[in-house]
């Protein structure tokens, strides 16, 4: 191997099988579960939030569900859905050698990951123009505040402030996972091309994988526990839903 | 590459071999977009059956949706992640992981349940049993 005469395409072969001994299939794919493990936490603490202020103010948390735009948030979770199904034909192809297909398949992936954050800018950019984002006072005025009559402070109904809170952190913390997961894949594409992934050493790229497909797993947590958990009236009236907010 | 890995010696690169094929994603997917057009009727079902109160509604949704995001998440756990075909290192890793997050949550809501709050005049779990799912 070292006294060969190289050439362009052979050196970067040469490279690649310099790193031989240090390709350990097991030992990586191990290490990308502990860290996706880590990530089960972050958004596990957030999670752990939200369920305590549910538990605590379930009105206001329905309340809040029921004002967010669930058709966008739907479509949000096919875009994802397929979002998955491609990164692993990516992969799927991948192993089977067929590289440019499997680059297809990455930039497919990177399109709907992009399609995914223009989705939710429009679901975020009519929220900011109501005055809906974390700190506004225009939130605080009309959901934190209950005055009697004589203009007393009666409670401070911080429920719906919560909700809103939560939905923005978790959400946008989420958005900043499919970006990195977009910038991740890209970086695949490269390593495709220049010949660091090949489909005998093909474990970044089935990590890159793993990474995506946590992202879509905890979507699949934050769609409906955000967008649908909020409660219709029954048509006979049974009961009618309480009343949210000091004044509106 | 011509150098493919051989034959894998230990149970823990099993999954190496194994290429998840284009029908399973397929299939799979097909799966979670059902369960995902389910999870969006559950609202307007829920209205449909008439329940008496505020709590039981609110309480039946958060059942139905969990139960459907659970099932979701195995599948894209056990196939689209390949935990389905990797070795026993591997899924004990994932179910000691879940079981950690489990506890978390249990012993949270322990302390949240009982808690009392003395500006309160009754304690939650009265409150809490009353109309849980009627």
Do not use: C
Request: aromatic share 14%.
């Amino acid at each position: 191997m070292s006294d060969m005469t190289l050439q362009g395409g052979a050196s970067a072969s040469h490279a690649a099988s310099d790193h031989h001994d240090t390709y350990d299939y097991v030992g990586s794919k191990m290490g990308i579960w502990l860290f996706l493990f880590t990530e089960v936490l972050l958004f596990g603490g957030l999670f752990l939030l939200l369920a305590v202020y549910w538990f605590k103010y379930p009105e206001q948390f329905a309340y809040g569900s029921a004002q967010l735009k669930h058709s966008w948030g739907a479509v949000n979770t096919f875009v994802l859905l397929i979002s998955s199904i491609t990164i692993g034909l990516s992969l799927t192809s991948f192993k089977r050698g067929k590289l440019s297909a499997a680059q297809r398949y990455l930039v497919l992936t990177i399109l709907l990951s992009v399609l995914f954050m223009v989705i939710k800018f429009v679901e975020w950019i009519p929220k900011f123009q109501d005055g809906i984002y974390p700190g506004s006072s225009e939130l605080v005025e009309k959901y934190g505040a209950v005055h009697d009559e004589s203009g007393a402070l009666l409670q401070r109904d911080q429920g719906v402030i919560m909700f809103y809170g939560l939905y923005f952190i978790m959400t946008g913390l989420h958005g900043v996972h499919v970006i990195v997961g977009a910038i991740l894949m890209g970086w695949m594409i490269y390593q495709i091309r220049t010949q660091m992934v090949t489909p005998a050493r093909f474990v970044r790229l089935e990590n890159v994988g793993l990474y995506w497909d946590l992202v879509h797993l905890v979507w699949v947590f934050l769609f409906p526990f955000f967008y649908f958990m909020f409660v219709l009236a029954p048509p006979d009236a049974g009961f009618s839903l309480p009343a949210i907010g000091g004044h509106h | 590459m011509s150098d493919n890995v051989a034959a894998p010696v230990d149970n823990d690169a099993r999954g190496e071999t194994h290429v998840t094929p284009v029908k399973t994603y397929l299939l799979v997917g097909l799966g979670l977009v059902v369960i995902t057009i389910l999870s969006l009727l559950v609202p307007k079902t829920i209205q449909l059956l008439n329940l008496s109160s505020f709590d039981a509604a609110f309480n039946l949704t958060f059942s139905l949706q969990m139960a459907l995001a659970l099932v979701k998440a195995s599948l894209i756990i056990l196939f689209y992640m390949h935990v389905k075909f990797e070795g026993i290192t591997l899924k004990a890793f994932m179910l000691i992981a879940l079981g950690i997050v489990v506890v978390i949550f249990l012993l949270t809501f322990f302390d949240i349940l009982f808690r009392w709050n003395p500006d309160e005049n009754m304690s939650m779990i009265p409150m809490l049993l009353e109309h849980t799912f009627v």
